[in-house]
Nanobody, 120 residues
Framework: QVQLVESGGGLVQAGGSLRLSCAAS????????MGWYRQAPGKQRELVAA???????NYADSVKGRFTISLDNAKNTVYLQMNSLKPEDTAVYYC??????????????WGQGTQVTVSL
């Protein structure tokens, strides 16, 4: 069993910055991929950024150059540094982890979600 706990959401003005964190705990053998998704009101959930344990990253076009995802393997924690925030970034952000919990067992886990609101 693995739990993902998010923190760092809040209210920020356009152009400001915010850093989200997501700490994984429990029976973790290793982390394969972790990522951040977001869902705005009336919108579908979308992938924002993802990172492998080896450091390979992928970003949505809308956040390239503004957001940076990183993974601290020692702490089993993934971060999302968000700079130059726009009102369009307002959403609930969810942490996701594809995590090895057994010799050949991999599962997807989700955090509880954290609200990010960007004002004009």
């Amino acid at each position: 069993q693995v739990q993902l706990v998010e923190s760092g959401g809040g209210l920020v003005q356009a152009g400001g910055s915010l850093r989200l964190s997501c700490a994984a705990s429990g029976n973790i053998f290793s982390i394969n991929v972790m990522g951040w998704y977001r869902q705005a009101p009336g919108k579908q959930r979308e992938l924002v950024a993802a990172i492998t344990s080896g450091g390979n990253t992928n970003y949505a076009d809308s956040v390239k150059g503004r957001f940076t995802i990183s993974l601290d393997n020692a702490k089993n924690t993934v971060y999302l540094q968000m700079n130059s925030l726009k009102p369009e970034d307002t959403a609930v952000y969810y942490c996701n982890g594809h995590i090895r919990v057994g010799v050949i067992q991999f599962y997807d886990y989700w955090g509880q979600g954290t609200q990010v609101t960007v004002s004009l």
